[in-house]
């Protein structure tokens, strides 16, 4: 069974740094696209970052890009989401999904969700 699991949010300050982490499981890890969404309250899900390791593709959310960093570790199955200089506007419930093939942009287009992480920026 493909599961994503979510790790690593938490309560940060303005300018400061988290680092998520997702564990993926139940499929070939090289066979799929894994991606980073968020959802504020009373906003629709967005996809901010994906990758697709065995490709060497990535995604970035415009808004989050020179900020946010996402990274793998095929032997681990793990992906990584490295935010900094985080700001107030990205307070939301991080998802990880996974899809099979190359990255999407929109959160229909993926499988498999994690449970999500609550990430909050304070001022």
């Known amino acids: 069974e493909v599961q994503p699991v979510e790790a690593g949010g938490g309560l940060v300050q303005a300018g400061g740094s988290l680092r998520l982490s997702c564990a993926a499981s139940?499929?070939?890890?090289?066979?799929?696209?894994i991606g980073w969404f968020r959802q504020a309250p009373g906003k629709e899900r967005e996809a901010i970052s994906c990758i697709k390791s065995s490709a060497g593709t990535t995604y970035y959310l415009d808004s989050v890009k020179g900020r946010f960093t996402i990274s793998s570790d095929s032997a681990k199955k793990m992906v990584y989401l490295q935010m900094n200089s985080l700001k107030p506007e990205d307070t939301a419930v991080y998802y990880c999904a996974v899809r099979p093939g190359y990255c999407g942009s929109y959160y229909l287009m993926y499988n498999y969700w994690g449970q999500g992480t609550q990430v909050t920026v304070s001022s």
């Open positions: 139940g499929f070939t890890f090289d066979d799929y696209a």
